[in-house]
């Protein structure tokens, strides 16, 4: 074979290879773009945005859980700290009655008014049984009590 025919033949196969590689390229180039997710995948993040919701929203119950509870009383009673010392020992004597256990001599257990030191008020009234402080206008207030049927200490202004 001549040289001129197996170059030829060099540059058909070379022809041939070359339009195979585009045919191949243009094959590649006309893939279609990925198809949206399915609607199913759509439930996930759904689920996950309101769940966000929700703790979003209960953010501030849950902040307010942890802030201290203020003392129970039955309104709103400006208080100093000789009151205040004189509502927790009447605290005290209301545990001691709704168990039952109230002593019949409070001084001698040590239950006296914080600042005066004298003995708490007991006398039954209707009954039930009354602790009174001894002296409330200390407190500038008229009563200071607690019953057997009332065991949260009340201040009567």
Known sequence: MPADDVEREDIQRADDLAAQCIRETAKVANV????????GRRAPWIAMLAGVAV???????LRASFKATPSIRLGPAPTDEGTEACIDRLWEISGLIQEGELPGDLPAVGLTDPLTHAPYVVRPV????????????????AELRVTESQPVPEAVP
Not at 126 to 141: I, K, Q, S
């Open 32 to 39: 279609q773009p990925h198809p949206p997710p399915p609607k």
């Open 55 to 61: 703790i979003a929203v209960q953010v501030p119950t």
């Open 126 to 141: 209707d009954g039930e049984l009354v602790v009174e402080c001894p002296n409330p206008a200390l407190h500038a207030l």
